[in-house]
């Protein structure tokens, strides 16, 4: 089970870290190392979040 949440986790990352990085490429023609992980840190605990709450609602 945690092995399974650890590769979610890194799989998260890395897709939201590629989707920043290539944004910022395409439309702004820099990418900041910074700006990608922080960016892909939030979007993967909103991520964290949103299952919690389905597994929340669907126990109800």
Do not use: Q
Request: charged share 15%; aromatic share 12%; hydrophobic share 60%.
């Amino acid at each position: 089970m945690i092995g399974r949440e650890l590769i979610i986790f890194i799989a998260a990352i890395a897709v939201f870290a590629s989707a920043v990085a290539a944004y910022l490429a395409a439309f702004h023609g820099e990418v900041s190392l910074k700006e990608v992980l922080s960016t892909a840190f939030a979007a993967v605990v909103g991520l964290y979040a949103g299952r919690f709450v389905e597994r929340r609602l669907s126990h109800d």
